[in-house]
C-alpha cells in the first residue's frame, strides 16, 4: 500500500507544473483577447496581461532580472506607449475600431495550419533537457552585469547608441511641426 | 520539473497570435502590438533553451533576450512615432488606406 501511494505522488504534478499551467493560461487567454478582442483599446489592455504572465513565465525558468525588465521595460514602457498612440489618434477609444481586413480569413487558416504542425514537429522532436539545479552564486544578476562589460562589450556600446539614435529619430518624426 | 515543451508549445501559440495579428488586422498600431507578441513568443524559447540546456553558466540566452527586449523597445518608439506622423498627415492609421506608394 504505501508503494501504491508513492506512485500515485510521483504521477501528481509538481508545484512548478502546476504554477506553470496556471501561468501559461492566463498569458494563452490574454494573447487570444490580444488578437480578437474588437476594441483597439481592449487589445493594449490584454498585451498588458499577456506581458505579465510573460515575466511570469521568465520568473519560473530563474531568470529574476529579465522578468523584472519585462515589467519595467513593456509593461511600464511599451505599454503606456501605445496607449498614447491609440489616444493620440482619432476615436480609437470606443465601439468596434479595429475590424480585420480582407486576408483575415486565409490567415486565419494558414496560421491554424502552421500552429498545428510547429506543435506537432515540437512534440515529435527529443529535446536535450539538462536542467542543472542552480546552487548558490550561480547565474545570478551580478554575472550577467559582468558578461555586459567583458564579452558583451561592443553590442552593449551598440544598444546605446542605438537607443539615442531612437530616441532623437522618434521625437523627429513626431513632432508637431505646425507649432514652429 | 516543467518538460521543455509545454514552453516551446506556449511560445508557438503566442507567436502564432502575434502573427495573425500582424497579417490580419487593419489598424496601424494592432500590427504593432502583434510583433511584441511575437518577439516575446521568441524570448520565451531563448529563455527556455538556456535554462534547459547545458550551460546555464555562461548567460548566453539572456544576454540574447536582453539585447531583443532592447530592440523591440526601439521598433516600437519608432514605429508609433510614424503612426503619429502617418495619422498627422492622412487622418487614418488604417493600413488598407494607405496606399500612396501604389503604382
Same mark, same amino acid.
Given at each position: 500500500?504505501p508503494?501504491?501511494?508513492? $506512485?500515485?505522488?510521483?504521477?501528481?504534478?509538481?508545484?512548478?507544473?502546476?504554477?506553470?499551467?496556471?501561468?501559461?493560461?492566463?498569458?494563452?487567454?490574454?494573447a487570444?483577447?490580444?488578437?480578437l478582442?474588437?476594441n483597439l483599446?481592449?487589445?493594449a489592455?490584454?498585451?498588458?496581461?499577456?506581458?505579465?504572465?510573460?515575466?511570469?513565465?521568465?520568473?519560473?525558468?530563474?531568470?529574476?532580472?529579465?522578468?523584472?525588465?519585462?515589467?519595467?521595460?513593456?509593461?511600464?514602457?511599451i505599454?503606456?506607449?501605445?496607449?498614447?498612440?491609440?489616444?493620440?489618434?482619432?476615436?480609437?477609444?470606443?465601439?468596434?475600431?479595429?475590424?480585420?481586413?480582407r486576408?483575415?480569413?486565409?490567415?486565419?487558416?494558414?496560421?491554424?495550419?502552421?500552429?498545428?504542425?510547429?506543435?506537432?514537429?515540437?512534440?515529435?522532436?527529443?529535446?536535450? $533537457?539538462?536542467?542543472?539545479?542552480?546552487?548558490?552564486?550561480?547565474a545570478?544578476?551580478a554575472?550577467?552585469?559582468?558578461l555586459?562589460?567583458n564579452?558583451y562589450?561592443?553590442?552593449?556600446e551598440?544598444?546605446?547608441?542605438?537607443?539615442?539614435?531612437?530616441?532623437?529619430?522618434?521625437?523627429?518624426?513626431?513632432?508637431?511641426?505646425?507649432?514652429? | 520539473?516543467?518538460?521543455i515543451?509545454?514552453?516551446?508549445?506556449?511560445?508557438?501559440?503566442?507567436?502564432?497570435?502575434?502573427?495573425?495579428?500582424?497579417?490580419?488586422?487593419?489598424?496601424?498600431?494592432?500590427?504593432?502590438?502583434?510583433?511584441?507578441?511575437?518577439?516575446?513568443?521568441?524570448?520565451?524559447?531563448l529563455?527556455?533553451?538556456?535554462?534547459?540546456?547545458?550551460?546555464?553558466?555562461?548567460?548566453?540566452?539572456?544576454?540574447?533576450?536582453?539585447?531583443?527586449?532592447a530592440?523591440?523597445?526601439?521598433?516600437?518608439?519608432?514605429?508609433?512615432?510614424?503612426?503619429?506622423?502617418?495619422?498627422?498627415?492622412?487622418?487614418?492609421?488604417?493600413?488598407?488606406?494607405?496606399?500612396?506608394?501604389?503604382?
Amino acid at each position: 500500500m504505501p508503494a501504491n501511494l508513492d $506512485e500515485l505522488i510521483a504521477q501528481l504534478p509538481t508545484f512548478q507544473q502546476f504554477m506553470f499551467v496556471q501561468v501559461a493560461l492566463f498569458t494563452a487567454v490574454m494573447a487570444l483577447l490580444v488578437v480578437l478582442a474588437r476594441n483597439l483599446f481592449h487589445n493594449a489592455l490584454a498585451l498588458v496581461g499577456a506581458l505579465f504572465g510573460v515575466a511570469g513565465l521568465y520568473a519560473l525558468l530563474e531568470a529574476e532580472f529579465l522578468a523584472v525588465s519585462q515589467v519595467l521595460i513593456y509593461v511600464g514602457g511599451i505599454s503606456t506607449l501605445i496607449t498614447f498612440a491609440i489616444m493620440l489618434t482619432r476615436g480609437m477609444m470606443f465601439g468596434d475600431t479595429s475590424p480585420n481586413n480582407r486576408q483575415a480569413g486565409t490567415a486565419a487558416i494558414v496560421i491554424g495550419t502552421m500552429f498545428s504542425v510547429m506543435a506537432g514537429f515540437l512534440l515529435q522532436v527529443p529535446w536535450q $533537457e539538462a536542467y542543472v539545479e542552480l546552487g548558490d552564486g550561480q547565474a545570478i544578476i551580478a554575472n550577467l552585469g559582468r558578461l555586459f562589460v567583458n564579452e558583451y562589450l561592443i553590442p552593449f556600446e551598440m544598444m546605446a547608441l542605438l537607443l539615442l539614435v531612437v530616441l532623437a529619430g522618434a521625437i523627429m518624426l513626431a513632432r508637431d511641426h505646425m507649432i514652429e | 520539473m516543467v518538460p521543455i515543451t509545454w514552453y516551446l508549445i506556449l511560445a508557438a501559440f503566442l507567436f502564432s497570435c502575434g502573427l495573425y495579428a500582424a497579417l490580419a488586422r487593419r489598424n496601424a498600431i494592432a500590427v504593432l502590438i502583434g510583433v511584441e507578441l511575437m518577439l516575446n513568443a521568441v524570448n520565451i524559447n531563448l529563455i527556455a533553451f538556456w535554462r534547459y540546456g547545458e550551460n546555464v553558466e555562461n548567460l548566453a540566452g539572456q544576454m540574447f533576450s536582453i539585447f531583443v527586449i532592447a530592440i523591440a523597445a526601439a521598433e516600437a518608439a519608432v514605429g508609433l512615432a510614424l503612426i503619429i506622423s502617418v495619422y498627422r498627415n492622412r487622418k487614418t492609421v488604417n493600413l488598407d488606406e494607405l496606399d500612396v506608394l501604389q503604382g
